[in-house]
């Protein structure tokens, strides 16, 4: 909405600066990071003008400039370029696991997994769960069999039937650039929040990554 305002001109009543007129033009310029997708703008507007739907959400990482050209309150000539860098909103549900460690989170979300409403559906990633030893050494397998049920349960909790919310990481919702990587390989584990995990072992691998 505030790029197709601003470039097709539209009403910003509190923004002074358009509102007076000092906003010579705004326009939209190649982004600088050739290596991150452009932002479809332009298909956003025609999916909500044309066919009245609103666009799809945003499945990984995009990029748009906007190049706005205005006078300052003294008359001097200016040149704001403004670098609007789109995400996934799941993304967001992942800010707050910054600080915690991973035996933290992994307590909270077995905790959670297992209140009533989502035991159920936790049920086939509980099942692998209780097969595991988390001080036995690494195992790549278990560890994509374990990431894998932990996700189909995340994604049977966002179902339409369920619609639940506190459902991180986000970023294996969706996983963008990172699908199928190790970075998103693991799981939580049975451990306590104070413990020490073993070298070489799966509960250290998982706390790795």
Not at 146 to 156: G, I, P
Not at 177 to 191: E, G, H, I, S
Request: proline share 8%.
């Amino acid at each position: 909405a505030l790029v197709h305002g601003l470039t097709r001109g539209g009403r910003f009543p509190v923004f002074e600066a358009y509102a007076s007129g000092r906003i010579a033009r705004a326009y939209l310029a190649p982004q600088p990071d050739d290596a991150v997708p452009r932002f479809a703008y332009e298909n956003h507007v025609r999916t909500l003008v044309e066919e009245r739907l609103w666009p799809s959400s945003t499945t990984d990482i995009s990029e748009l400039r906007l190049v706005i050209e205005y006078q300052r309150q003294n008359g001097a000539d200016r040149t704001l370029t403004l670098d609007i860098v789109d995400y996934p909103g799941e993304w967001l549900l992942d800010l707050p696991l910054l600080s915690k460690s991973y035996e933290q989170w992994s307590a909270e979300s077995l905790a959670l997994s297992r209140e009533p409403l989502r035991a159920k559906l936790a049920a086939p990633w509980h099942a692998h769960l209780a097969t595991l030893k988390p001080e036995a050494r690494e195992d790549e397998q278990a560890a994509l069999t374990e990431a894998r049920l932990f996700t189909d349960y995340l994604r049977a909790c966002r179902d339409e039937r369920f619609a639940m919310s506190l459902l991180p990481p986000g970023r294996f919702l969706m996983p963008g650039n990172l699908a199928d990587t190790p970075a998103l390989t693991f799981a939580p584990l049975d451990v306590p929040m104070d413990g020490s995990a073993p070298d070489h072992s799966l509960w250290a691998m998982m706390r790795r990554r």
